[in-house]
């Protein structure tokens, strides 16, 4: 049995409750950013921290796909979280490959997290949010998102998108009923 087991995400009165329940792992891909320099990684766990989710722990990684996949590989592995939260590496310079990383890892790509992500952000940045690739998806049975660099990008996707979202993706990962989630289920 693993030393988290006793933090199942289960169904649960209290919504609070549930949330905490939900261990997310937060990453900074970066190869510049430092613990004092990443702003984006503090802005990402304060919110999700501060919707009450738990969070695991929080990495600043170089943006190397194999140090990439090797995170994702430890959500199932070590049964390390049941979502993963990942800022930085999803534009285009030639250096961000986050999303090179996680495609081939992805059981199922969640392209509506991206379209939904691009639409919010026309918003703020008009045509410049087309060069986003941020994406979400399924990889080890566990929920993957990944949301550019800019503390303003973590901060759009995760208030719009990954806090509403959360709690409801990681039951679906997990094969449990989403009936309880206001009356009705996604998929």
Known sequence: MSEH???EPHASH????????????TVTISDTRTSGTDESGQTLRELIGGAGFTLVE???VADEPSLIARIVRELS?????????TTGGTGIAPRDRTIEAL???FEKRLDGFGE?????????VGPRSVLS???AGVASGRF???????PRAVKLGVEKLLIPLLEHAVRLCRGESGKHQHGGRAG
Not at 14 to 25: E, M, Q
Not at 116 to 124: G, I, M, N, Q, V
């Open 103 to 105: 495609e081939p890892l």
């Open 116 to 124: 939904a992500f691009r639409r919010l952000s026309w918003d703020e």
């Open 77 to 85: 592995d070590r049964n390390l979280a049941y979502a993963l939260g």
């Open 58 to 60: 929080h990495r600043i």
């Open 14 to 25: 209290d919504p609070s409750d549930a949330r905490r329940a939900i261990r997310v792992l």
């Open 133 to 135: 690739r941020a994406v």
């Open 5 to 7: 087991a006793h933090h």
């Open 144 to 150: 993957v998102a990944a949301l550019p660099g800019s």
